[in-house]
């Protein structure tokens, strides 16, 4: 029997509903500002899709254009600016970023409390060591995906493929927090497949087409697929779509399955940010 399927498009709706129904309730209407610099296809498609998202929610959202030749001088204070604004809640720097320009430096001068993407190492260290924080917004989409399919990592192996500061660590902190026994698993791992196998939860986040394949997914697991590839023209996912949904329990889609659950969650963060500035 094939796996179900996880509907993130449908759960993401859901959770922008409600969020637009919260929003309207407030007697002010929490802003976003993106940070865009240059013209990367990917990214401008990106941040197309969070204007469309936030001004559904009723967000205050707006995109600042920026050259690719921008200094990272300039940058910051661009960045420096808007940590001062008190009108602006939540702020995200779109990446790639051009080469001359470091990213840690740039996320690092966002202020904490309006870092909707989760990536300030204040932020990171307050997820790993179990403090309430503002989550990177991939993982968080991935454990709401689990908790609307009732799927409780409690008690669970879970691996997770890919040990990235914006995926594969928060996935796992936030898999520890959930009470599950986390592996995470990289590009040096041995014997993925039979790691793979032990997996009651599999988190792919290594941006490698169909990597993980039907006989590496263990009978009824939940199989979560974080990569979004480009191949020949369509998106494709890190797992095997076709062959792991023949044995597991529950799967993601690529497209439709993570991706609008981490613009749902870019929102959500927006509004939690705007609360907690103003400690509602």
């Given amino acids: 029997m094939p796996a179900t399927l996880i509907d993130g498009k449908a759960i993401g709706a859901e959770l ?40 559904e929610a009723g967000l205050d959202a707006a995109t600042i254009r920026l050259p690719e ?43 904490p409390a309006k870092d909707v993407d989760g990536f300030h190492p204040l932020n990171a260290g307050k997820l790993f060591t179990g403090r309430p924080s503002l989550v990177p ?56 497949p039979t790691l793979c196998r032990t997996a009651g939860i599999l988190v792919a986040a290594v941006g490698r087409p169909d990597m993980v394949r039907g006989d590496w997914v263990k009978p009824g697991a939940a199989v979560i697929d974080v990569g979004i590839n480009r191949v020949e023209g369509k998106l494709v996912g890190d797992v095997a779509f076709e062959e792991a949904r023949a044995v597991a329990g529950a799967i993601t889609p690529v497209p439709g399955g993570v991706g609008p659950m981490t613009i749902a969650c870019l929102l959500e963060n927006t509004v939690s940010a705007a609360l907690a500035r103003r400690g509602a």
């Fill in 16 to 55: 922008r509903a409600r969020l637009a129904a919260r929003v309207a309730a407030l007697e002010f209407r929490p802003s976003l500002r993106v940070l865009l610099v240059g013209e990367h296809p990917a990214s401008a498609a990106y941040v197309r899709a969070k204007e469309k998202a936030a001004a």
């Fill in 69 to 111: 030749t921008i200094s990272q001088g300039a940058l910051l204070a661009e960045i420096s600016g808007l940590n001062a604004d008190p009108l602006v809640d939540g702020i995200l720097v779109q990446l790639p970023l051009p080469r001359h320009i470091g990213a840690d430096a740039v996320i690092e001068a966002i202020d």
């Fill in 137 to 192: 917004c991939t993982p968080l989409g991935v454990m709401k995906l689990l908790a609307a399919e009732n799927i409780d990592p409690a008690g669970k192996h879970a691996v997770v493929l890919g040990r990235s500061a914006i995926v594969g660590r928060p996935m796992a902190a936030l898999l520890i927090g959930a009470d599950a026994t986390v592996t995470v698993a990289h590009s040096k791992t041995s014997d993925l």
